[in-house]
């Protein structure tokens, strides 16, 4: 069974950075994509960035500059840098395998204020 741990979320301000972090538990890691989705209250889940097993990344053209995705898989771990943050970002932030989709955390929210 997959578990997510996400966590590194928190209130900021415009501008500012956030570096959330997602453990994975129980499934193999390291030859997966794994990608980080964002829910915003009333709004459908939006998978914002992606990162292969060969480190290729994807991101929306809303993040697209502003966001970096990264893995450890030592650590079975996926990172997502988030700067120049917008109000606009403010969702609750999970992390999944897009491509095979398993049980979702808990999430982190994040929260930008103007």
């Known amino acids: 069974q997959v578990q997510f741990v996400e966590s590194g979320g928190g209130v900021v301000q415009a501008g500012g950075s956030l570096r959330l972090s997602c453990a994975a538990s129980g499934s193999t890691f390291s030859a997966r994509t794994i990608g980080w989705y964002r829910q915003a209250p009333g709004k459908q889940r939006e998978l914002v960035a992606t990162i292969s097993a060969r480190s290729s990344t994807n991101y929306a053209d809303s993040v697209k500059g502003r966001f970096t995705i990264s893995r450890d898989n030592a650590k079975r771990t996926v990172y997502l840098q988030m700067n120049v943050l917008k109000p606009e970002d403010t969702a609750v932030y999970l992390c999944?395998?897009?491509?095979?989709?398993?049980?979702w955390g808990q999430g982190t929210q994040v929260t930008v204020s103007s």
């Open positions: 999944n395998f897009p491509l095979t989709l398993a049980p």
